[in-house]
């Protein structure tokens, strides 16, 4: 059973940083893609960034470019999301998600199977 425990969340203001962690079990694919989602109220949900276990290759939304890194610890099966000069529209609930990949690329949002339970991120400003 796979299982993606999310921690590192909280509040902090405009400018200042984070780091998520999502500890990662039972993950057994041969090629997987692990990814940070973010949710506001009232929004759709967002992929913000996504790694690829075969070669790291890693893909950010433009709207955290430049500002967030994704990175994962295989020793310790954690995946991080650091995240730098934080704005008020940053604040939404931060998924982290694991899906199969079949080649070189990276699924589809919608085709993240498995999801962890979400940690809160709140920026003030």
């Known amino acids: 059973q796979v299982q993606l425990v999310e921690s590192g969340g909280g509040s902090v203001e405009a400018g200042g940083s984070l780091r998520l962690s999502c500890v990662v079990s039972?993950?057994?694919?041969?090629?997987?893609?692990l990814a940070w989602f973010r949710q506001a109220p009232g929004k759709e949900r967002e992929r913000v960034a996504r790694?690829?276990?075969?070669?790291?290759?890693?893909h950010y939304a433009d709207s955290v470019k430049g500002r967030f890194t994704i990175s994962k610890d295989n020793a310790k099966d954690t995946l991080h999301l650091q995240m730098n000069d934080l704005k008020p529209e940053d604040t939404a609930m931060y998924y982290c998600?694991?899906?199969?990949?079949?080649?070189?690329?990276?699924?589809?949002?919608?085709?993240?199977?498995?999801w962890g339970q979400g940690t809160q991120v709140t920026v003030s400003s």
């Open positions: 998600a694991a899906a199969q990949a079949l080649g070189p690329g990276c699924p589809l949002a919608s085709d993240y199977n498995h």
């Open positions: 039972g993950l057994t694919y041969r090629r997987s893609c």
């Open positions: 790694i690829h276990s075969s070669d790291d290759s890693t």
